[in-house]
C-alpha cells in the first residue's frame, strides 16, 4: 500500500494540468475507496489493464493509459526496481541511479585518449522492435511472483484505441508509461552482459544510454570483435542498427555524435597542422558540443516563439535549454549567444555541414547583412552574458526573424 500511496503522489503531480474531463479528477475524488480496491486487485491478480488510447502531440503519437492503469504501472515500476535494477549492468546509464546522460558524456569524454577506434549505434525503432515473447522470458527468469508477471503481460499484450478503432499490439511496448524504461533496459541486458565480458577480456570500454550505446577500442581487429558481437546479439534479440545513427572506424578529428552531442579527440590526437593552429590561436578546438540537430530543433522553437509574439518565452526558454546543455559537463563552452550566431559543424556522417551562419561561398554581401539587425535579439541574453559577448553582439546581433529568414535554420 505504501508503494501504492507513492505512485499516487506522482500521478497527480503528472496530471495536475490535465482537462476537467481527465478521469484523474474522479480518482482524487475517491481515492480513500480506490487505492484500497486498486491494492487489493494487484495481490489477487485481478486486475485487468484498460485499452490505451493514442493520442497526438505535436505531431508525435503517444500512448495515454487510463489514470487508475498509469498508477499500477507506476507502483509496479516501484516494485520491480528494486528487484531488476541489481541485475542490470551499470553500464546501462539511463536508469535512476547509474549515472544519466551526462555521466555517459563525461565517461566517454575521458575513455577517449585510451582509444583510436569507436563503434557507436542504436536500434532503430527501439520501443516498437521489442518482441514480446523474447522480453517477457527475460523478465520471467528474474521475478517469480505470479500477479507482477500478470500484469506485465498485460502490459505487453495491450490494446490500442485511434479513431473508434481497437488494435491488438504483437510486438513493441508502448510509449508515455512508467513501467517502459525500466523494460527497455532489461530487453538489451544481453548486450551488457556480453559486452561487459568483452570489457574484461579485450579492454574495451562500453557505454548505453537506453538503446544508444558506444564501444571504443584500441585496435582494429578488436573493433572488428565487437562488431561482431554486436550483430550477433541483436540478430537474436530480433533487432536492428539504425543505418542513419550507426559510425564504425576511426575515432577522427571532427568526432562523433552521441546523445545529442559531438565528441572529439584531444588536440593532441588530432592533425599536427589543426594542433600548430590551435597552439598559435588561429583554431579553436571544442572538444565537446552540441550536435547541428540539436542546435537545429533550439532554433526552430526559439523562430516559433518569435513569430508568436512570445519574446519573453523565447528567451526563458533559451536559458532553460542552455543550462540543460551545459549542465553535468564542465567542458561544455557554450553559451546563449552560439545559438543565435548559429554556427555550422559537421556531424561524423559525410562531414556536411548542417545549420549555421553563411558558409564561404556567399560571399561578403550576406555577410553585411547579418550585421543589420531590425529588433536586437539580445533581448534574450541576460545581463551578465551581454557583458561577456558584448562585442560579439556589436558585430551580429540581430532578430530572430532576420535569424531565420537567412536560412540559419
Given at each position: 500500500?505504501?508503494?501504492?500511496?507513492?505512485?499516487?503522489?506522482?500521478?497527480?503531480?503528472?496530471?495536475?494540468?490535465?482537462?476537467?474531463?481527465?478521469?484523474?479528477w474522479?480518482?482524487?475524488?475517491?481515492?480513500?475507496?480506490r487505492?484500497?480496491?486498486i491494492?487489493?486487485?494487484?495481490k489477487?491478480?485481478?486486475?485487468?489493464l484498460?485499452?490505451?488510447?493514442?493520442?497526438?502531440?505535436?505531431?508525435k503519437?503517444?500512448?495515454l493509459?487510463?489514470?487508475?492503469?498509469?498508477l499500477?504501472?507506476?507502483?509496479?515500476?516501484?516494485?520491480?526496481?528494486?528487484?531488476?535494477?541489481?541485475?542490470i549492468?551499470?553500464?546501462?546509464?539511463?536508469?535512476?541511479?547509474?549515472?544519466?546522460?551526462?555521466?555517459?558524456?563525461?565517461?566517454?569524454?575521458?575513455?577517449?585518449?585510451?582509444?583510436?577506434?569507436?563503434?557507436?549505434?542504436?536500434?532503430?525503432?527501439?520501443?516498437?522492435?521489442?518482441?514480446?515473447?523474447?522480453l517477457?522470458?527475460?523478465?520471467c527468469?528474474?521475478v517469480r511472483?505470479p500477479?507482477?508477471?500478470?500484469?506485465?503481460w498485460?502490459?505487453?499484450?495491450?490494446t490500442?484505441e485511434?479513431?473508434?478503432t481497437?488494435?491488438?499490439?504483437?510486438?513493441?511496448?508502448?510509449?508515455?508509461?512508467?513501467?517502459?524504461?525500466?523494460?527497455?533496459?532489461?530487453?538489451?541486458k544481453?548486450?551488457?552482459?556480453?559486452?561487459?565480458?568483452?570489457?574484461?577480456?579485450?579492454a574495451?570500454?562500453?557505454?548505453?544510454?537506453?538503446d544508444?550505446?558506444?564501444?571504443?577500442?584500441?585496435?582494429?581487429?578488436?573493433?572488428?570483435?565487437?562488431?561482431?558481437?554486436?550483430?550477433?546479439?541483436?540478430?537474436?534479440?530480433?533487432?536492428?542498427?539504425?543505418?542513419?545513427?550507426?559510425?564504425?572506424g576511426?575515432?577522427k578529428?571532427?568526432?562523433?555524435?552521441f546523445?545529442?552531442y559531438?565528441?572529439?579527440?584531444e588536440?593532441?590526437?588530432v592533425?599536427?597542422?589543426?594542433?600548430?593552429?590551435?597552439?598559435?590561436?588561429k583554431?579553436?578546438?571544442?572538444?565537446?558540443?552540441?550536435a547541428?540537430?540539436?542546435?537545429?530543433?533550439?532554433q526552430?522553437?526559439?523562430?516559433?516563439?518569435?513569430?508568436?509574439?512570445?519574446?519573453?518565452?523565447?528567451?526563458n526558454?533559451?536559458?532553460?535549454?542552455?543550462?540543460?546543455?551545459?549542465?553535468?559537463?564542465?567542458?561544455?563552452?557554450?553559451?546563449?549567444?552560439?545559438?543565435l550566431?548559429?554556427?555550422?559543424?559537421?556531424?561524423?556522417?559525410?562531414?556536411?555541414?548542417?545549420?549555421?551562419?553563411?558558409?564561404?561561398?556567399?560571399?561578403?554581401?550576406?555577410?553585411q547583412?547579418?550585421?543589420?539587425?531590425?529588433?536586437h535579439?539580445?533581448?534574450?541574453?541576460?545581463?551578465?552574458?551581454r557583458?561577456?559577448?558584448?562585442?560579439?553582439?556589436?558585430?551580429h546581433?540581430?532578430?530572430l526573424?532576420?535569424?531565420?529568414?537567412?536560412?540559419?535554420?
Amino acid at each position: 500500500m505504501k508503494v501504492l500511496v507513492k505512485a499516487y503522489s506522482w500521478l497527480i503531480n503528472q496530471r495536475k494540468n490535465h482537462s476537467p474531463n481527465s478521469d484523474i479528477w474522479e480518482l482524487r475524488r475517491h481515492r480513500l475507496k480506490r487505492l484500497p480496491q486498486i491494492a487489493s486487485q494487484i495481490k489477487n491478480g485481478t486486475y485487468q489493464l484498460s485499452p490505451v488510447r493514442i493520442i497526438e502531440i505535436k505531431g508525435k503519437q503517444t500512448s495515454l493509459w487510463t489514470s487508475s492503469d498509469s498508477l499500477v504501472l507506476k507502483a509496479i515500476t516501484l516494485k520491480l526496481e528494486k528487484k531488476l535494477k541489481p541485475q542490470i549492468s551499470k553500464s546501462c546509464t539511463h536508469l535512476k541511479g547509474h549515472g544519466g546522460a551526462k555521466f555517459a558524456i563525461r565517461e566517454c569524454l575521458k575513455k577517449m585518449r585510451d582509444y583510436k577506434y569507436v563503434m557507436k549505434s542504436d536500434v532503430k525503432s527501439y520501443y516498437s522492435s521489442i518482441d514480446h515473447t523474447i522480453l517477457y522470458n527475460q523478465f520471467c527468469e528474474l521475478v517469480r511472483e505470479p500477479y507482477l508477471r500478470r500484469i506485465v503481460w498485460q502490459y505487453l499484450k495491450r490494446t490500442v484505441e485511434w479513431g473508434g478503432t481497437y488494435k491488438d499490439i504483437e510486438r513493441g511496448i508502448s510509449l508515455g508509461c512508467p513501467l517502459s524504461p525500466l523494460m527497455a533496459a532489461l530487453y538489451l541486458k544481453t548486450l551488457d552482459e556480453v559486452m561487459d565480458r568483452m570489457q574484461e577480456k579485450l579492454a574495451v570500454y562500453y557505454t548505453r544510454f537506453m538503446d544508444d550505446w558506444v564501444v571504443m577500442t584500441d585496435s582494429r581487429h578488436k573493433l572488428r570483435r565487437v562488431v561482431k558481437t554486436v550483430n550477433q546479439v541483436l540478430n537474436k534479440l530480433k533487432v536492428e542498427k539504425h543505418p542513419d545513427k550507426t559510425y564504425i572506424g576511426r575515432i577522427k578529428d571532427n568526432g562523433f555524435k552521441f546523445l545529442g552531442y559531438i565528441l572529439r579527440p584531444e588536440v593532441k590526437e588530432v592533425k599536427e597542422i589543426k594542433v600548430n593552429e590551435v597552439k598559435e590561436g588561429k583554431r579553436k578546438h571544442k572538444r565537446l558540443e552540441p550536435a547541428p540537430d540539436t542546435l537545429k530543433r533550439c532554433q526552430d522553437k526559439l523562430i516559433r516563439l518569435y513569430e508568436r509574439g512570445e519574446q519573453k518565452s523565447a528567451g526563458n526558454y533559451l536559458k532553460s535549454w542552455v543550462s540543460w546543455v551545459k549542465g553535468g559537463v564542465p567542458e561544455m563552452d557554450f553559451g546563449p549567444y552560439d545559438i543565435l550566431r548559429g554556427k555550422g559543424q559537421k556531424a561524423e556522417h559525410g562531414g556536411k555541414k548542417v545549420g549555421g551562419g553563411p558558409s564561404r561561398t556567399q560571399g561578403q554581401g550576406q555577410r553585411q547583412r547579418l550585421k543589420k539587425p531590425h529588433v536586437h535579439a539580445c533581448c534574450l541574453v541576460t545581463n551578465d552574458e551581454r557583458c561577456r559577448n558584448k562585442k560579439a553582439l556589436e558585430a551580429h546581433s540581430r532578430d530572430l526573424y532576420v535569424f531565420s529568414r537567412i536560412g540559419v535554420t
